[in-house]
Nanobody, 131 residues
Framework: QVQLVESGGGLVQPGGSLRLSCTAS????????IGWFRQAPGKEREGVSC????????YYADSVKGRFTISGDNDKNTVYLQMNSLKPEDTATYYC????????????????????????WGQGTQVTVSS
């Protein structure tokens, strides 16, 4: 069973930064691709960013491109989401997720950011951007 634990959320002013962490059980990152998703109240869950195992290819939603950076540390079994220039519309609960096996995605941005590609989910961490 894969376990994912998110941390790093909080309250930040517009223009500020946060770094979210997703720590996985075992050697999850060696064998699975990891995605970050978010869901705001009354809205559907949306893909934010993802990183593939091995090749480390990264994908971003247009709404966060240039502001968010995803990275992984396999030795620490942790994937990070560095969020800069935060906006009120970034307010949401952020979830990390893992695929059942390595998919790789190979340039398929929409597939990497689709929640149907993922089998395991964390409990989420709240991010609130407000002055």
């Amino acid at each position: 069973q894969v376990q994912l634990v998110e941390s790093g959320g909080g309250l930040v002013q517009p223009g500020g930064s946060l770094r979210l962490s997703c720590t996985a059980s075992g050697r999850t990152l060696d064998y699975r691709d990891i995605g970050w998703f978010r869901q705001a109240p009354g809205k559907e869950r949306e893909g934010v960013s993802c990183i593939t195992s091995g090749s480390g290819d990264t994908y971003y939603a247009d709404s966060v491109k240039g502001r968010f950076t995803i990275s992984g540390d396999n030795d620490k079994n942790t994937v990070y989401l560095q969020m800069n220039s935060l906006k009120p519309e970034d307010t949401a609960t952020y979830y990390c997720a893992a695929t059942a096996t390595i998919i790789g995605f190979r340039g398929r941005n929409s597939a990497c950011l689709h929640d149907g590609s993922y089998s395991y989910w964390g409990q989420g961490t709240q991010v609130t951007v407000s002055s």
